[in-house]
């Protein structure tokens, strides 16, 4: 069988931030033609697709992204620790998931499917049109970096824009205008001010300014501001809407961006179980089956100049992927 370590870093090498995703996904989908795998890539946007794979089908579907968040960091390897981009976020998972469904075909089990999408970093238009698909699984294995814990949940999030407005004139006369950041900073820190939703699983609902945008020169009253928060939701996003127009009323224009809902996931006898705070592409993917979320390594690193899967979880990995496939199909 491949050696997962030495795929994860072939994977690694090829650089695929989202939106320029086409290398990876062509190397993919001829590593699995070159073994049997009936392949097909569905194109996304020109140059990059996803990758289906399958034989039998009818069981269960391996899925993660191929895209990575920059910049672009080789990988190399330290003691028991591959680094890069990508190592848990989620090439090194997208290697692990390949080895183990080609180490079940081996063994004579058929009814496993892979998923590889693009652009899970930037707005999952690559699960919104995997879901298209004629899917005929039962179940979503969705790769993520889990710690090797079945996750019980994930919240949700939603963007929100805001903008105020003032009006601009020559800042040695301050009074022939109104800046617009001035009202846009008396407003951001009441956002400490309300009261967010609990969920007893997956904790407290929060709040990130995310983004902060106005001005264009020291000596321009400015006459926009702009600001981008994101919120990872607990439960119902509708309240937190109707929360957000309340505080925001008369001070600031609200406009909504993308919203992915907070989910509940299946978990298994025998594998730890644990809830996770970040979103996934699975609420884009009900068509696959019954979702569940896996995977090895650290969401801690993910996103980060540090970025690393240690090598013995990494195998590991491959084996508890086929534990869980085989459970599932029990």
Not at 220 to 225: G, Q, T, V, Y
Not at 298 to 318: K, N
């Amino acid at each position: 069988m491949t050696d997962v370590v030495a795929l994860a870093a072939e994977l690694m090498a090829i650089e695929s931030p989202s939106g320029d995703e086409g290398r990876a996904v062509d190397f993919v989908a001829r590593w699995l033609v070159a073994r049997g795998w009936n392949v097909t890539v569905q194109e996304v946007t020109k140059g990059r697709g996803n990758v289906w794979a399958s034989r039998v089908g009818g069981g269960v579907t391996l899925s993660t992204h191929l895209d990575t968040v920059p910049p672009f960091i080789r990988p190399t390897l330290e003691g028991d620790h591959l680094q890069g981009r990508g190592a848990c976020d989620a090439k090194g998972i997208a290697a692990a998931m390949l080895v183990a469904a080609d180490q079940l075909a081996a063994e004579d089990e058929h009814r496993v499917d892979l998923l590889f999408v693009v652009g899970e970093e930037r707005g999952s238009d690559g699960a919104r049109a995997a879901n298209q698909l004629p899917a005929t699984s039962r179940f979503l294995i969705n790769g993520e970096p889990t710690e090797s814990t079945l996750a019980s949940g994930a919240k949700g999030s939603l963007r929100i824009y805001l903008r105020t407005s003032g009006i601009p004139a020559h800042s040695a006369y301050p009074e022939l205008g109104r800046s617009a950041i001035e009202p846009m900073l008396d407003l951001l820190p009441t956002l400490r001010t309300l009261d967010l939703p609990r969920d007893p699983v997956l904790g407290d609902t929060t709040v990130n300014i995310g983004t902060l945008r106005g001005g264009t020169e020291a000596n321009i009253i400015p006459d926009r501001a702009d600001c981008e928060l994101m919120f990872r939701l607990v439960g119902d996003v509708e309240p937190i809407k109707r929360m957000i127009e309340r505080w925001a009323d008369g001070r600031a224009e609200v406009q909504y961006g993308s919203h992915i809902p907070a989910m509940r996931f299946h978990t298994l006898p025998g594998f730890r179980s644990a809830p996770v705070a970040f979103t996934t592409d699975i609420p884009l993917l009900p068509r696959w089956g019954t979702p569940l979320l896996f995977g090895p390594g650290s969401i801690h690193v993910a996103h980060t100049p540090r970025e690393f899967i240690d090598v013995r979880e990494l195998r590991a990995a491959v084996d508890a992927y086929v534990r869980i496939v085989r459970a599932l199909l029990a």
